[in-house]
């Protein structure tokens, strides 16, 4: 109890004081959803709460003067993998009971350097070695703030479901020392084990779910009961059936595709996105049909045999059918040019400038359930913005400034400035720990 | 052989000791009160009869002239594995800035059967005692009371949940060792990859949160089933027995992220957590404070390797860790969290030194002492008997030739419960993968004296 009441004293704490007004003048502005215009864009208290070719200026507040400059929505990441210390629980084949929310790492550089790149909001996967895997997180780029600062309040929780090669566990057969272990022999083998591993767990958790339910209702009776063990593995996927965790599912194969359409409707589940979803493609009508969402590369495939038969068509297509679709990275790197790879889609596809921007921003926002407070330039949205010198989907562009619920979190200027110091920082460190380690070899131990 | 009579002549003098003892004209550190300029310790019975400047010697005490000496309370090893023999399976090596524990299993030792579930309680001794496996023969108890060290509360530390740690005093008396127990649930984040579950950190999370929700439960049970015979008897659950028995649990919290992700996992939990390792609570001791648990500092500060590539370019967060590491005592103390500090299996003639360390970096020496005598008491609630020169508290003391944790310093007597033993020579000690966190290579050896070798 003691430690309940201090939580919340550090909780506020935490909140960051009330930033000034912020106007951010004379850009090109490319809202993805409304538009473009030359003008300005007003925020407060980290919302934007204007918008447009004429606004009215706050008293105080700070001018970010973008002449000749493109501001665009943060870019959302629907698949990545950055900023946890752990990625996957690959010992089992159901990992329902891990959560990477657990272990974030808000100290990870490529938080900076997705940043950097635009990214301002992330979706961070549990990894694809088991059927269903860990608890997914929603994370804002808040480079400084805490584990708990970082996640995007509010935001749906999700899971990772993995199918095709990654999730089978026939053991390694050619263990290389220190880098691949001989990994046990684990179920599944096949991809019809995936499909039983997932058909098996949601069985279970039903039968737990009604357990739960037997015991709801002796309590409302007033009737003595034991409430049942609460099992971690399960709980996830109750809230999956009862549609208060989304599943973003990594796939490949157009059939496995199909396989867990399937399986969901007899469970009577949505899946809220396939992720990579390479020969997507080949099946946008019932992925549509579904309801699902799409997340996929732009044009990285053949990497391994089941993502042989991808197309760079594959987003534009999918699009055109009916399906939400999104670019992701699945990388470190790539995340901080996704800009480039939704520009990729207007070569593949013939999107216009704004589905390619889609693709980054209100899209996945869509997907991930958080389009009423990001993914667009509109009044009333959090101040995630992205400041480019030139057109964002030119390969040209850099990103100059990166705001983040109204604050500037990135500036292109004030890194450049700071290399310096830090060098002479590390200097000082590397020299005074040396001379320590001289003067301590000479002193008395006792 | 000179070393064992000298051994044999301690032991005969400890085997009658005065009924009294009165330690006269010292200057004495109380600790829980304001330093004595010059006054009396009474010895009587094993126990602190008397502390004050005017106290006179009763008729059939022994008196020690103690003029120019200072007596201090014996210090305390808040974290140790003094007195558990090395059987242990598996030496768990952490970094003290990531959090990332692996297990290193020795050739030797059986596998750990494979695990598929929580429901298997892998890599789980909750239910082990320190108490029941602690044994006088470890040079490191004469190592640590010839530094002044009379009491650690010592644990075994194989596994996620490594088992129940005792008070054990460094008498040597393996009858008269084990003070109090059980005080607490050692746990580490010791993972496997993926051959056994768990085998990741978040794995391992998941494990200890589903041990503690399945306790909880299982206390449910057992009361339903202790009023109603008739109501579904529970499973006998070791795992469960050992972490119930346990009134608080030790996570490992080096880095100030794992600090703040072991302060919120405590508090979700309601845990009555001590959080251990904290090598950079220097950044994160003002949110410590918020959480209220109390803090272990490793006197294991990090060093660069000694055989590091020298063309090896380290991170500046990894210099700003090793430059700050010691501030972190003396942030803590700013703060107003409650620490202790522990030796982390470094030697404990190496204790002085990195003390100093912590010192240099800010922490007052009144704070440095009561970091390793009555905050140590404080945290495990044993505090009525250790930690302070007080009347009535079990007379454990070490008295010095000065200021303690200076180079100078040297300690002269120690007692343990009222038995006055003197520094020995220390017989030569083979190397052992003690330590929380000894990493091979790195364990202490006393015919390598740290004045000479460096801080590893």
């Not at chain 1, 990214?119 to 929603?138: F, M």
């Not at chain 1, 049942?228 to 599912?249: C, F, Q």
């Not at chain 1, 809220?272 to 309801?291: D, M, S």
């Not at chain 2, 370019?313 to 090793?322: F, M, S």
Request: proline share 7%.
């Amino acid at each position: 109890m003691k430690a309940g009441l201090a939580l919340v004293s550090v909780m506020a704490v935490a909140l960051p004081a009330a930033a000034a007004d912020t106007v951010i003048q004379n850009a090109t502005v490319l809202t993805v959803t409304k538009g473009m215009f030359l003008g300005s864009i007003v925020i407060r208290d980290g919302k934007i709460v204007d918008a447009g070719e004429k606004v009215m200026t706050p008293p105080g507040a700070k001018i970010v003067d973008a002449s000749s400059h493109y501001v665009m929505p943060g870019i959302i990441d629907c698949h990545s993998h950055i900023a946890a210390d752990s990625i996957n629980e690959g010992s089992v084949a159901v990992s329902s009971m891990v959560g990477i929310e657990d272990v974030l790492n808000p100290e990870s550089i490529s938080i900076y350097r997705a940043l950097a790149g635009g990214v301002t909001t992330a979706n961070i996967l549990h990894g694809s070695a088991n059927p269903i895997g860990g608890k997914c997180v929603v994370i804002k780029t808040r480079w400084g703030k805490d584990a708990k600062g970082l996640q995007f309040e509010g935001a749906m929780p999700g899971i990772k479901f993995a199918l095709g090669e990654n999730p089978k566990r026939p053991g390694n057969p050619t263990p290389i020392v220190g880098v691949i272990a001989p990994a046990a022999p684990r179920y599944p083998a096949t991809r019809m084990g995936t499909e039983d591993v997932i058909r098996e767990a949601f069985t279970e958790a039903r039968a737990y779910q009604k357990e739960w339910r037997i015991y709801n209702a002796k309590v409302e009776r007033h009737e003595q009961a034991i409430p049942p063990r609460r099992d971690l593995k399960l709980e996830p996927l109750i809230e999956v059936l009862e549609g208060r965790r989304y599943v973003h599912a990594h796939c490949y194969r157009a059939d496995e595709i199909l396989m867990l359409l399937r399986v969901a409707d007899e469970f009577g589940i949505k899946i809220r996105t396939l992720q990579h979803v390479l020969e997507g493609y080949k099946v946008a009508k019932e992925i549509a049909a579904h309801g699902a969402g799409a997340s996929t590369f732009s044009d990285w495939w053949a990497y391994k045999v089941e993502a042989y038969d991808a197309i760079p068509y594959n987003a534009a297509i999918m699009m055109k059918k009916g399906v939400l679709v999104s670019l992701n990275s699945d990388d470190a790197e790539l995340m901080r040019r996704l800009n480039t790879e939704a520009a990729k889609t207007m070569k593949y596809g013939g999107l216009t400038e704004t589905e390619a921007l889609s693709l980054v921003t209100i899209n996945p926002a869509k997907q991930l359930g958080i389009e009423k407070r990001v993914g667009s330039i509109e009044v009333g949205k959090d101040a995630d913005l992205v400041i480019y010198d030139k057109h964002p989907l030119s390969n040209y562009a850099k990103v100059q400034k990166v705001f983040i619920d109204g604050e500037l979190y990135f500036d292109r200027d004030r890194d450049m400035s700071e290399r310096q110091a830090r060098e002479a920082k590390r200097k000082m460190l590397v020299e005074r720990q040396a001379e320590q380690k001289k003067s301590g070899a000479g002193r008395q131990g006792r | 052989m000179k070393i064992l009579l000298v051994w044999f002549a301690a032991s005969l003098l400890a085997a009658e000791p005065p009924s009294a003892i009165a330690i006269r004209n010292a200057r004495i550190v109380t600790v829980s009160g304001p330093v004595i300029a010059k006054g009396t310790v009474l010895i009587r019975d094993g126990l602190i009869a008397g502390v004050g400047d005017n106290i006179a010697p009763p008729p059939d005490a022994w008196v020690i002239e103690a003029q120019g000496l200072t007596v201090y309370p014996g210090l305390i090893d808040a974290l140790s594995t003094w007195g558990i023999p090395p059987a242990a399976p598996a030496v768990v090596l952490t970094s003290s800035r990531t959090a990332v524990t692996t297990v290193r299993r020795s050739t030797s030792s059986p596998a750990e059967p494979v695990a598929h579930g929580p429901e298997e309680r892998p890599n789980t001794n909750s239910w082990i005692r320190a108490a029941d496996l602690v044994t006088a023969d470890d040079s490191r108890i004469l190592s640590g009371r010839n530094a002044g060290f009379t009491a650690a509360v010592t644990f075994p530390t194989t596994g996620i949940f490594g088992g129940q740690g005792a008070l054990i005093n460094l008498s040597g008396d393996k009858h008269r060792m084990v003070m109090a127990t059980p005080l607490g649930q050692y746990c580490s984040m010791a993972t496997t990859a993926f051959s056994t579950y768990p085998g990741s950190l978040m794995g391992v999370v998941a494990y200890i949160r589903q041990v503690y929700l399945d306790a909880a439960h299982y206390q449910i049970a057992r009361t339903a089933y202790e009023k109603d015979r008739t109501a579904p008897r529970p499973d006998y659950d070791r795992a469960v027995e050992g972490v119930l028995e346990s009134p608080r649990v030790l996570l490992p919290a080096g880095s100030a992220v794992q600090l703040e992700r072991m302060a919120r996992f405590a508090a979700e939990l309601k845990l009555n957590a001590v959080l251990y390792s904290a090598h950079e609570a220097y950044a994160s001791a003002a949110k410590l404070r918020g959480f209220g648990y109390p803090v272990l500092v490793s006197l294991r500060w990090p060093e660069r390797a000694r055989d590091a590539d020298p063309e090896l370019h380290d991170t500046l967060r990894t210099l700003v860790l090793r430059d700050q590491a010691p501030s972190s005592p003396a942030a803590l103390a700013k703060a107003g969290v409650k620490y202790a500090l522990y030796t982390d299996g470094i030697s404990a003639r190496e204790v002085p030194r990195a003390v100093k360390r912590a010192i240099d970096a800010g922490l007052p020496p009144a704070d440095a002492v009561r970091a390793l005598t009555l905050n140590a008491a404080e945290i495990y609630g044993i505090a009525d008997r250790l930690g302070s020169v007080e009347k009535g508290k079990i007379a454990n003391l070490v008295v010095t030739s000065g200021e303690l944790f200076q180079p100078s310093t040297r300690v002269k007597f120690i007692f343990i419960d009222g038995v006055k033993y003197e520094p020995v020579p220390e017989p030569p000690v083979t190397e052992r993968t003690g330590g929380t966190a000894a990493a091979p290579g790195e364990s202490p050896s006393p015919d390598n004296p740290p004045n000479f070798g460096g801080v590893r």
